[in-house]
């Protein structure tokens, strides 16, 4: 990997596994549950079912084109509007802290490689850096907590998400993003995701090496070849 500097690396299905243990609809429940009881510390007369209908439902709805548009939709404006019937409006931080509660099960229950720690270690004493470059519909805050769960925190050196940029995967600009943010220029980063679409073409696009996770062992798309293929995180190394 000659020039490379940093190693940039997709959250979802890559490093981090979200759907693990329970359903996502479980985990949603649950949340609302604790997301209630937060609110309830404001007025104590918000109940379960109206948060359920009032705003997670009509938050679903609101962003369920994002994957076609590419962006990313303000959670602050959806609870904010459902609290206007109780006289009730959040600050930014206040938000943030109620959806991290909303996540608590996604965040408990998220899987990773037993090796993750030791692997992204060895990454960082062969002098890379490492970034990540990732969509989400929720507060970069509270995905980051999902990075501590996973004790890998400590050794991310940038964080490059869809939600505070307002556009996602596959844009070129979040990629572009996170190299200027690194001070590199594409041929100095490496990209590992596991969707060829989202993660390995745009980086190819921009000139960035490539290594796909096939954790599923799909066949390859001809159409879209990445430099490297790897079946976990944990052969990483060996090619780096």
């Known amino acids: 990997m000659d020039k490379v500097k940093v190693i940039f690396f997709d959250m979802g299905n890559t490093l981090l596994h979200f759907h693990y243990g329970n359903s996502d609809d479980e985990k949603d429940m649950q949340g609302l549950i604790y997301l209630t009881e937060y609110l309830n510390k404001f007025n104590t007369n918000i109940k379960f079912d ?9 938050w679903m709805e609101g962003i369920k084109d994002r994957k076609v548009t590419l962006t990313e939709y303000p959670i602050e404006d959806f609870l904010n509007n459902f609290l206007q019937k109780h006289e009730l409006s959040l600050n930014l931080n206040q938000c943030i802290e109620a959806i991290n509660l909303f996540y608590t099960s996604y965040r408990e229950q998220v899987y990773f490689e037993n ?3 030791d692997t992204l270690k060895i990454i960082k004493e062969k002098g890379y850096k490492i970034g990540i470059i990732s969509n989400t519909c929720y507060y970069d805050e509270v995905m980051k907590e999902c990075f501590k769960k996973a004790n890998i925190y400590d050794l991310i050196d940038s964080f490059t998400f869809s939600y505070s940029l307002k556009i996602g995967k596959p844009n070129k600009q979040i990629f572009k993003t996170a190299i200027e943010i690194m001070k590199i220029t594409p041929v100095e980063a490496v990209m590992v995701g596991d969707n060829l679409e989202s993660d390995i073409k745009p980086a190819l696009d921009l ?4 290594i796909w996770l096939n954790h599923k062992n799909n066949n390859i ?3 879209i070849v990445p ?3 790897i079946s976990c ?3 990483l ?3 780096i």
């Open 227 to 229: 430099h490297i293929e």
């Open 207 to 210: 000139g960035m090496k490539t």
């Open 233 to 235: 995180i944990s052969e």
């Open 50 to 58: 109206e948060v359920k209908q009032g705003f997670y439902q009509s």
């Open 115 to 117: 090796s993750i720690y």
């Open 237 to 239: 190394p060996k090619y």
């Open 221 to 223: 798309n001809s159409e």
